[in-house]
């Protein structure tokens, strides 16, 4: 409440002192005030219907846009309280005089009418800052109703301030008034740029800064005195994050410096200049710094993934898997080690691969597949060992009595290794095996093929294990993470400050030049004040020559 009654007051106080003077400038000129009454009624109207409508478009939007409108409507109240802040700590103490220098120009050229427009665009100026500043207020307001009432009595207070001025019975000292609420209007706007940043967050643009840097809940408790001026007024949640808080800094201390700065140091255009310069060079630096010396995060699991069982409650040890690097002109591969077999290489070639999500993580999956002969494998089986491969029953279209045995065996393995790889490392990986043996003779008409069921016989498949895959997925998020940092702190930051930076040393360069203006100025009318003193001093001579 108190921070949107200190906005209207304050944004409803400057407009009424514009439409004050106009009006006290149109009185003491004879002229009716009725269309200067038209134009403020109009600006008002219109200023309320544009708070009016950002709302009512910012409910019917999805979550996450209304979250992103916030933020944007957070950053343009910014902009235009600080350049509100800015402007009247300039004008504040000569904004009579230029307001009536500008009435009377319009008053000789216009009449009444461009006055009138004059105090339209006054208030529809103020009006629009007030609706975008309170709208954004109200969005991190603890309770809109009396965020709205702070509101409005400070609008009341400033028509009764700013009638009392025009009719002569109250008297304030403008400058000093405006420079007290600028104190004011500085901490909550740093309070919105920590509500900006939030909402921007929360609307998916900006993920990274997010680590905690305080916990003030000891401080900002729910309905405790502190949380109402801490977390209602100046903004501030129990919880800043990392990149609210240098936003916080970033804007306060700057404005701050450029509001209570020493006025005597104000007006040298070339003490400011060095600091802009001194400014640009140190944001440029921190932006060279950033880019070049912010760390590059690499998934770190061990190097290679440890193979188990792919059955059993606790699957025995069965090897391990490397992946190996590509190599010029050549694919990655997988490399087998497998306990009581040969090594065995997998290359991972591109049309075996397709991208997929595994267990949450964007990666490539590879399928492998390969056909081979089990050593050992007996060629010829009696019909108690097909049975006994098939499971313990007689497989269908074996007839005992038809079919005694022994039978003729022909045995295949079928191998299919599935690997998913991520930032290039080993993610997971399975293979599942399928031994399958093909019988004739004995009176079969033709040869039968079977799927063996006896784990002595099948192949026994493998499968990376959960620990380290879950490491491997909690390394490829943690990288995830850090990449989404650096880009902001090492990509985007820099840019921005390099932009801050040009702004800086141009606005130095203009102050530069402004001040080599004016010592040309002076040393101009300096040379013309000596050259006449000069020629007076000739003809007082002459003068008195002649005499």
């Not at 009719?167 to 000292?173: F, K, P, T």
């Not at 940043?197 to 916990?215: I, P, V, Y």
Request: proline share 5%; aromatic share 6%.
């Amino acid at each position: 409440m108190l921070a949107t009654l200190v906005i209207g007051l304050r944004e409803g106080l400057e407009a009424a002192l514009i439409v004050g003077i106009i009006a006290a400038f149109l009185r003491k000129n004879g002229k009716s005030l009725v269309a200067m009454w038209l134009g403020v009624a109009l600006a008002g109207a219109l200023s309320i219907a544009v708070g009016v409508s950002l709302d009512l478009v910012e409910q019917v939007l999805p979550q996450a846009a209304q979250e992103g409108m916030e933020a944007v409507i957070g950053a343009v109240a910014i902009c235009f309280v600080t350049s509100m802040i800015a402007w009247m700590d300039a004008h504040a103490r000569d904004m009579k005089r230029q307001i009536e220098a500008e009435a009377a120009a319009a008053l000789s050229h216009s009449g009444a009418v461009a006055l009138a427009s004059m105090a339209f665009l006054a208030v529809l100026k103020e009006g629009f800052e007030t609706s975008v500043f309170l709208l954004a207020t109200f969005s991190a307001a603890q309770s809109p109703l009396l965020a709205a009432a702070g509101a409005i009595i400070g609008l009341l207070l400033a028509v009764v301030i700013g009638w009392g001025i025009y009719v002569g019975g109250v008297r304030i000292n403008l400058s000093k008034f405006f420079r007290f609420t600028s104190a004011f209007l500085i901490l909550v706007a740093a309070g919105l740029v920590i509500t900006s940043l939030r909402s921007a967050h929360e609307a998916g643009w900006l993920n990274a800064g997010q680590q905690q840097t305080l916990n003030l809940s000891w401080l900002v408790a729910p309905g405790s005195i502190q949380s109402a001026l801490i977390t209602g007024v100046l903004g501030i949640p129990a919880d800043p994050r990392l990149i609210e808080v240098i936003g916080w800094f970033t804007y306060l201390v700057p404005v701050a410096l450029l509001l209570y700065w020493p006025r005597s140091q104000q007006r040298r255009p070339i003490m400011g200049a060095r600091l802009q310069f001194a400014a640009a060079a140190a944001l440029a630096v921190l932006a060279l710094g950033l880019v070049v010396f912010y760390p590059i995060s690499r998934p770190q699991v061990p190097a290679r993934a440890t193979l188990v069982a792919a059955t059993g409650d606790t699957p025995p040890i069965v090897g391990t898997a490397q992946l190996s690097a590509p190599s010029e002109g050549s694919s990655p591969a997988l490399n087998l080690f497998l306990d009581g077999a040969a090594n065995t290489t997998l290359p991972l070639t591109n049309d075996a691969c397709r991208p997929a999500q595994h267990d949450g993580v964007e990666s490539s999956a590879c399928t492998m597949t390969r056909s081979s002969t089990p050593a050992g494998a007996p060629t010829s089986l009696t019909l108690d060992r097909i049975v006994a491969l098939s499971g313990g029953r007689i497989p269908v279209g074996l007839n005992p009595a038809e079919h005694p045995g022994p039978f003729a065996a022909d045995w295949s393995v079928e191998q299919s290794t599935d690997v998913w790889i991520a930032d290039g490392i080993l993610l997971d990986a399975a293979e599942r095996s399928t031994t399958t043996v093909t019988f004739s003779g004995s009176g079969l008409q033709t040869p039968r093929t079977l799927r063996v069921n006896d784990k002595a016989a099948a192949a026994s498949g493998w499968q990376v294990s959960t620990a380290y895959r879950n490491q491997a997925v909690a390394a490829l998020s943690s990288v995830a993470a850090a990449r989404t940092e650096r880009t902001f702190w090492a990509m985007q930051l820099p840019v921005i400050l390099a932009i801050a930076a040009l702004l800086l040393a141009a606005a130095g360069a203009r102050n530069i030049i402004r001040e080599q203006r004016g010592s040309d100025g002076e040393t101009a009318n300096s040379i013309a004040e000596r050259e006449r003193r000069t020629d007076r001093a000739t003809a007082k001579g002459a003068t008195y020559a002649a005499h």
